[in-house]
């Protein structure tokens, strides 16, 4: 008969709740019971636990254990509470002694090993929040561990070793043991083969892509099939900065909570690049799943890059279910069980044929589609979805000549170094408003402390008074002709600049 309590972590979204694991042993009919509403993965826990302990040698007395994870009303999801609820047993029985604020995290095999888990990143950080000074996971998730800096990690193979540590406290507080090697998580497999210098002809969308990069903003490639509209897509990462520490932060604790089979060793500092299929059901694409809701392709392409490509091919609904995202820059998924709120600030590619058949170019090919099939394709492409895109390019055919021309142009990194004197320029002028890049910006700012002279935006104004720009288009132009500015080292926009803003934004016209 004994009371006892040991700490873990829950995950909502990237949100960590520490959840304090009780165990309490009575003399009532012999049994294991969970509670604290735990999924199905964590209530098999209970023949887990017995099983690994008993095979590292401590076995679970057999009286009635209740296992009380608290706050009750906190949803749990998973295997990492395995190691917190073993120890928090043993410590009820008095078989050990362990230290007031210590972190447990891991899952438990039934011959005693330590398995890793996903999402170890936000949940250190969470402990190391809440002012816990040590935690203890699985060996092979020390190392990303280590990435949260002010708290203590110490990795286990087993419970074996965990024991004997815990029955000596100068081993536990020992300095932690370098990780076993592990294999990285290549966060470059998109970029290793692909440079800027690949792609042939396409002037005007090479420049786009590196205004796109510059400012953050939304593109759209409209093109026939094989004018190099992937190709350009594809290559978007290759001139984005690399990420800074709190962007990289934020990107490596997503890709924790995604991660099964590979284990992270070091901040992810290239921003993440998502294309996924057009047959992509909404879950997929914004996240979700039963129990707490899962990252989608919008969460695991923040501070990266989200390309649709034969955008048409998916469904509206889909399309549709973009626009708030691409607002607010993060999304917040309800379920029956739990809401979790995950950031998604992507920047979004969309790639489009001029029809279904892709001949429909004015180039004298012959097009089979009917008038029915073109309006039926593009109408997946709502009005609304489209107002959110920057800038809207035609990607021509490339001819023989401009074939022969691949590998001439200025590579990646040539562009990314102006990119980032783009942005350096951004951040200084909009550090006051609390945001970093033009595509930040809110109309407030741009008709405020930002505003240019009515001679300036002539145009602009009478492409609203003719209803071929909206208001929320109006602003995205604004948005562009600072970039050009930035791009050109120019102090404010010139007329040239909005001019080619407008025309940027409504060369693709309405896709109709």
Not at 498 to 503: I, K, N, R, S, T
Request: hydrophobic share 40%; aromatic share 4%.
């Amino acid at each position: 008969m004994g009371f006892a309590r040991t700490y873990s972590v829950a995950l909502v979204g990237l949100a960590g709740s520490i959840v304090e694991v009780q165990a309490d042993i009575s003399s009532n009919m012999p049994g294991f019971v969970l509670l604290g509403l735990p999924d199905t993965a964590l209530a098999d826990s209970k023949e887990r636990v017995r099983a690994a302990a008993e095979n590292s040698g401590m076995a679970l007395c057999p009286r009635r254990l209740t296992i009380n994870l608290t706050p009750a009303t906190l949803p749990k999801r998973g295997t990492a509470f395995d190691v917190a609820i073993v120890v928090a047993a043993l410590q009820a029985e008095g078989r050990l002694r362990v230290s007031g604020d210590c972190v447990f995290l891991g899952e438990v095999g039934l011959d005693g090993s330590l398995r890793p888990v996903p999402g170890i990143l936000p949940a250190v950080k969470a402990a190391a929040d809440a002012g816990h000074s040590r935690v203890v996971v699985p060996e092979e998730n020390m190392a990303e561990a280590q990435l949260i800096e002010g708290i203590a990690v110490s990795g286990f193979s087993c419970l074996a070793h965990l024991f004997a540590a815990l029955d000596s406290s100068e081993k536990l507080h020992e300095p932690a043991r370098a990780a076993t090697p592990a294999r990285t998580v290549n966060t470059d497999t998109h970029l290793l083969a692909k440079d800027m210098s690949d792609i042939a002809g396409q002037a005007q969308g090479r420049f786009a892509l590196e205004l796109a990069a510059a400012g953050g903003h939304h593109i759209l490639f409209k093109g026939p099939p094989g004018s190099g509209k992937t190709m350009l897509a594809e290559r978007l990462p290759t001139i984005l900065p690399e990420l800074d520490t709190e962007a990289a932060m934020e990107v490596t604790a997503i890709r924790s909570l995604c991660l099964e089979n590979e284990r992270l060793e070091a901040l992810v500092r290239t921003p993440p690049f998502e294309a996924p299929h057009h047959s992509a059901s909404a879950p997929a694409i914004l996240g979700g799943g039963s129990g707490i809701p899962r990252p989608g392709c919008v969460s695991k392409a923040h501070r990266g890059v989200l390309f649709l490509d034969e955008a048409p091919e998916f469904k509206r609904t889909v399309l549709d279910s973009l626009r708030q995202p691409l607002e607010s820059g993060v999304i917040t998924l309800d379920r029956a069980a739990a809401s979790a709120t995950y950031p998604a600030a992507f920047q979004l590619v969309i790639a489009a044929n001029p029809c279904p058949c892709g001949k429909n170019t004015g180039t004298g090919l012959e097009c089979t589609c009917s008038p029915r099939e073109r309006k039926g394709y593009f109408g997946r492409l709502s009005g609304p979805l489209l107002d959110r895109i920057d800038l809207n390019l035609s990607v021509p055919k490339v001819s023989s000549a401009e074939l022969g021309l691949s590998g001439t142009g200025e590579s990646s990194e040539v562009i990314r170094r102006r990119v980032q004197q783009a942005r350096a320029a951004q951040a200084q002028r909009l550090r006051e408003f609390g945001v970093s890049l033009n595509a930040q910006t809110n109309g407030r700012i741009l008709r405020g402390p930002l505003k240019l002279d009515s001679s300036l935006t002539k145009d602009l104004n009478a492409a609203v008074d003719n209803n071929s720009l909206t208001a929320r288009g109006y602003d995205r132009v604004l948005r562009t002709a600072w970039t050009l500015a930035d791009l050109d080292g120019a102090s404010s926009p010139s007329a040239e600049h909005v001019q080619l803003a407008l025309f940027l934004r409504q060369q693709g016209g309405t896709l109709s």
